[in-house]
């Protein structure tokens, strides 16, 4: 069940229409992204975020000047997941896909790899039994990479000092005296880490934001701007492939306008 979960959550995060607008590179990917109960909205880039890095120091990693909204360039989430990574969780296992927790296929599954427990009237002739096998080792071979893929920290380095606004939901951690998140992760999806299982390593970014976010509810998605950083953050609820040092951010409205 938890890796049919994962599934559902997946299909969220790259396919349903409750995330965050599709950007320009997600567009040119074919690929649509949307938060949850957010309709679609134009693109405001037309530059890969792997490109930004070229206008600063990358020897540094760092930004002397201060740098307006329009200087960040905005990116999709499956823009900070390497493309086998992205590939895997596409392609997962049939078996997820087509075998109903607690169905009678599930049952005869179960009953067929119990291999101590086999009826002979109910062996397969050969043939069968090699189709059988080379199925369940495709299965394997794609269960092992989906499996990776969930847990994957794995990052794209042209992304390290990039930056990059995005569209996200928060998952508070740590609160300052007035209320306002002071520490949190930026997911791609509403209720991750807290109400669904967390989205893998290089799809949360962890935000450390002294001057702290009045956040009213966690179902609103904002426009997150800043500098993301490749550095691995572990929690009690998530591990984060990233880290961003904010600039600005917003609310996420669908004509930009409150």
């Known amino acids: 069940m938890l890796k049919l979960l994962y599934t559902s959550v997946l299909i969220l995060l790259i396919y349903g229409c409750d995330k965050p607008a599709q950007t320009e590179l997600s567009k ?3 690929i649509v992204t949307k938060p949850v109960d957010i309709d679609d909205t134009e693109a405001l880039a037309e530059e890969k ?18 740098l307006a909204p329009e200087d960040f360039m905005t990116a999709d ?8 990574d992205l590939a895997a969780l596409l392609n997962p296992p049939s078996y997820l896909d087509e075998i109903a927790d607690g169905s009678s296929e599930d049952a005869l599954t179960n009953k067929f790899n ?6 002979t009237d109910e062996v397969k002739t050969n043939q069968e039994n090699s189709l059988d096998q080379a199925i369940a080792a495709e299965n394997d071979a794609l269960d092992k990479e989906y ?6 920290t794995r ?3 042209a992304l390290n000092g990039a930056p990059i606004r995005i569209p996200t939901f928060i998952v508070p951690l740590e609160f300052d005296d007035n209320q306002k998140v002071t520490q949190f992760f930026m997911v791609p999806y509403y209720g991750a880490c807290i109400h669904l299982p967390p989205p893998p390593p290089n799809q949360t970014i962890f935000v450390n934001y002294p001057q702290g976010i009045t956040v ?11 500098i993301l950083k490749t550095s691995l953050v572990e929690n009690d609820l998530a591990t984060a492939a990233y880290t961003m040092e ?6 996420y409205m669908e004509d930009g306008m409150y």
């Open 28 to 30: 040119q990917q074919n």
């Open 49 to 66: 975020p792997q490109d930004a890095i070229k206008q600063h120091d990358k020897a540094s990693n760092k930004i002397e000047t201060p």
């Open 77 to 84: 989430w499956v823009d900070l997941m390497p493309e086998d």
């Open 114 to 119: 119990n291999t101590n427990k086999v009826n």
């Open 147 to 152: 499996q990776k893929a969930l847990t994957s």
């Open 155 to 157: 990052v794209i380095d």
């Open 216 to 226: 009213n509810s966690i179902t609103e998605p904002y426009w997150i701007s800043g």
């Open 246 to 251: 904010i600039h600005h951010f917003e609310l």
